[in-house]
């Protein structure tokens, strides 16, 4: 089946230690996001890749980036991890800008 | 910045009860998305509009596209208890480059 897929699932990481996820795609998707969902709220998008294209949003952090090698993979890299960096971190795909599918996301904790 | 108001937030239903929540907006949107998320999970498409006035179904759920742009409703029929979680509205306006505008969600807890 054709899905969005996130690894690791759950990820610890020491306070100012850089952490890297990952995502890859088997959809073909030319658009590929990645969210931050903190406990009761809803997902909150920190950037797109529209193809090669990188979008950051205004109030995405520096400590935050992004890395997409091709179509299929794209990583998120936080530079030095915070208390407040704690969340689940979702990656979603979309042919353009249609409707977006969300992987499992991946589960921070900052130590 | 862009909001949209989901309601109820929470809801508790016997099983075998239909189910009705809906979001609303001040702005006009071109796409509406319905999402569940169980606990631990990424969010699932359920449901996505695009006309307005468009009535979608996926099995028991059913979700319409209000005639204003401003507004949907996600109907679940029959419930059971695996139709538990978080349910998230989301729209998308024109020339918003993906960027959805996501409802804070209704919490929905089905007593068997």
């Known amino acids: 089946d054709a899905m969005v897929i996130q690894n690791p699932r759950y990820q610890v990481t020491q306070f100012g230690k850089p952490v890297t996820l990952s995502c890859s795609q088997t959809?073909?998707?030319?658009?590929m996001y990645w969210y931050q969902q903190k406990s009761s709220q809803a997902p909150k998008l920190l950037f797109h890749?529209?193809?090669?294209?990188?979008?950051n949003e205004a109030d995405t952090p520096d400590n935050f980036q992004s890395r997409r090698p091709n179509t299929s993979f794209c990583f998120l890299d936080i530079r030095s991890p915070g208390l407040g960096d704690a969340a689940m971190y979702l990656c979603?795909?979309?042919?353009?800008?249609?409707?977006?599918?969300f992987g499992p996301g991946t589960r921070l904790t900052v130590t | 910045g862009q909001q949209l108001n989901q309601s109820p937030q929470s809801m508790f239903i016997q099983e075998g009860e239909d189910v009705s929540m809906n979001c609303t907006s001040s702005?006009?949107?071109?796409?509406w998305l319905w999402y569940k998320q169980d606990p631990g999970e990424g969010p699932v498409l359920l449901i996505a509009?695009?006309?307005?006035?468009e009535l979608t179904s996926n099995g028991r759920l059913t979700a319409q596209f209000g005639i204003t742009r401003k507004d949907s409703f996600l109907n679940i029929s029959a419930s059971i208890p695996s139709d538990v979680g978080i349910y998230f509205c989301?729209?998308?306006?024109?020339?918003?480059?993906?960027?959805?505008?996501f409802g804070k969600g209704t919490k929905l807890s089905v007593k068997p």
């Open positions: 979603a795909t979309s042919r353009d800008f249609y409707e977006q599918y």
């Open positions: 959809l073909n998707h030319n658009v």
């Open positions: 890749y529209y193809d090669k294209d990188f979008n």
């Open positions: 702005s006009i949107f071109n796409t």
């Open positions: 509009l695009y006309k307005a006035g």
């Open positions: 989301a729209g998308l306006l024109g020339g918003s480059q993906g960027n959805l505008i």
